[in-house]
C-alpha cells in the first residue's frame, strides 16, 4: 500500500468537497437575494451544528496525520550513516560512527585543524545540538544550514554531490569568538 497516492486521494477528495460546499453557500445566498428564501434547520439545531463541526475536525486530523507519515515515510533507512554535530563556544565537536573529534579553527579563521570527511554519493543524517549557546552549522554552498539549540537535537538529511572542501561559518551571533567557528566539510571519492 502506498501511502502517498492515499494521501493524494484524500487531498482530491477535500478539494472536490470544499468546491462543492463553495457552490451550495453561492446557489443558496443566489436563492436567497432572488427572494425566495433558504432553507432553514429552526433556530437551535444541535444535531446539525455538531455535523459541521465534528466532520471537518476529523477531515483536517485525518489529513494532518497522512501528512506527517507522508513526510516523514521511509527516511529512516535512507541514511548509510549518522553524524553528531555539537556547537561549543567557538568550536564544533564530531562524531561519526566511533570516531569522535572537535574541530578547532586556526590562526587565519578561515581553517581548522581537522575538517568533517564526508564520502561522495554518501547518504548522511546529521544530528545537531548546542552545548552552550544557540549556533548555526551553515555550509551556504551545500545548501545546507540548521541551528544548534542547547537541549534539543535536530535533523539534517544530505547527500553530497560535489568532491571538494567547502567551508562554511556559524550564522547565529554566539559570542565574542562567532567570527572564529568555521564549519569546514571536505567531500572526498570513496
Not at 432553514?40 to 465534528?54: A, K, P, R, Y
Not at 476529523?58 to 489529513?63: A, E, G, I, N
Not at 548522511?124 to 545540538?129: A, D, E, K, L, P
Request: aromatic letters at 12%; proline letters at 3%.
Amino acid at each position: 500500500m502506498n501511502i502517498s497516492l492515499i494521501y493524494y486521494d484524500v487531498v482530491c477528495y477535500v478539494v472536490a468537497l470544499c468546491i462543492l460546499i463553495s457552490i451550495l453557500v453561492l446557489l443558496a445566498l443566489a436563492w436567497d437575494i432572488l427572494g425566495v428564501g433558504v432553507i432553514s434547520f429552526g433556530g437551535d439545531n444541535q444535531v446539525v451544528e455538531l455535523c459541521w463541526t465534528i466532520i471537518p475536525t476529523s477531515v483536517v486530523l485525518v489529513l494532518a496525520i497522512l501528512n506527517i507519515n507522508y513526510i516523514s515515510d521511509g527516511l529512516d533507512g535512507l541514511a548509510d550513516e549518522c553524524v553528531g554535530v555539537v556547537g561549543h563556544q567557538w568550536y564544533w565537536s564530531y562524531g561519526i560512527g566511533s570516531q569522535e573529534f572537535d574541530s578547532i579553527s586556526c590562526k587565519d579563521g578561515l581553517i581548522v585543524d581537522k575538517p568533517l570527511r564526508l564520502y561522495l554519493g554518501r547518504a548522511y543524517r546529521f544530528f545537531v545540538t548546542s552545548f552552550d549557546v544557540i549556533h548555526s552549522f551553515a555550509l551556504p554552498t551545500l545548501g545546507l544550514k540548521v541551528d544548534a539549540i542547547p537541549g534539543r537535537v535536530n535533523q539534517l538529511f544530505f547527500i553530497p554531490e560535489r568532491v571538494g572542501v567547502f567551508t562554511g561559518y556559524c550564522s547565529e551571533l554566539c559570542g565574542a569568538g562567532h567570527a572564529y567557528m568555521p564549519v569546514v566539510v571536505e567531500v572526498l571519492h570513496h
